[in-house]
Every structure is written in structure tokens, then in C-alpha cells.
């Protein structure tokens, strides 16, 4: 069974950075597909970026060039390195294994692994 931890969320000024942590069990990161996703209240979880078996990653064009998506394979961790912060970046955040790699593996997928997420508010 699939289990994610969420972590390193917070709150943090326009501008500034955040890195966001994804600690999985039961599932090896490196050998699967990544997905990072968001959610603010009233809307649907949107793909934020992935990370594919072969550490090819995709990025919404929201955060092309902002955010960053890395794993730890001996810790079998998920990063999303997020710079330059919005105040529209502010979600909650998950990360979950995904199906597709590529633009298609930013469709939100069905599936029942989603953890608690980690709550990111950037200010003016």
C-alpha cells in the first residue's frame, strides 16, 4: 500500500522560496512516475509537475521555470523545489504516484494514495 508523507510547507513572502518534501512508502520513486499536485479551496487539485522513472520532468506552464521536482532514491523522497514565489502558488500541496509521463501525467489521477499535503501561503 502506498503511503505519502507531505512536508516543508509554510509561509513565506512573494518572491522567496520553499522546498517541499514527499517521503513515500510502500512504492520506490525511482522506478515509477511522480506527480506533484495543488489544491485551493473551491477548486479542483491541479498537476504541478512530474517526475518520470527516468528523472525526466514536466511542469505546468504556471511554474515552468520556477519550480524544480527532484527525488532521493536512498531516501526514496520526493523534492519540489519552488522559487520566486506567487501569491497565486498558494495551495495545498501533494505529491502521489502518477500513471503517464509527460504533460498527461499532470491530469489528476484517480487514485486513493493522496496524503494530508503540505499548506503553502505566500504573501504580498
Known amino acids: 500500500q502506498v503511503q505519502v508523507v507531505e512536508s516543508g510547507g509554510g509561509l513565506v513572502q512573494a518572491g522567496g522560496s520553499l522546498r517541499l518534501s514527499c517521503t513515500v512508502s510502500g512504492y520506490t520513486v525511482s522506478n515509477y512516475c511522480m506527480g506533484w499536485f495543488r489544491q485551493v479551496p473551491g477548486k479542483g487539485r491541479e498537476g504541478v509537475a512530474t517526475i518520470d522513472s527516468d528523472g525526466t520532468d514536466t511542469y505546468a506552464d504556471s511554474v515552468m521555470g520556477r519550480f524544480t521536482t527532484s527525488r532521493d532514491s536512498a531516501k526514496n523522497t520526493l523534492y519540489l523545489q519552488m522559487n520566486i514565489l506567487k501569491p497565486e502558488d498558494t495551495a495545498m500541496y501533494y505529491c502521489?504516484?502518477?500513471?503517464?509521463?509527460?504533460?498527461?501525467?499532470?491530469?489528476?489521477?484517480?487514485?486513493?494514495?493522496w496524503g494530508q499535503g503540505t499548506q503553502v501561503t505566500v504573501s504580498l
Open positions: 502521489v504516484p502518477v500513471s503517464f509521463i509527460g504533460t498527461r501525467g499532470l491530469d489528476v489521477p484517480d487514485t486513493n494514495a
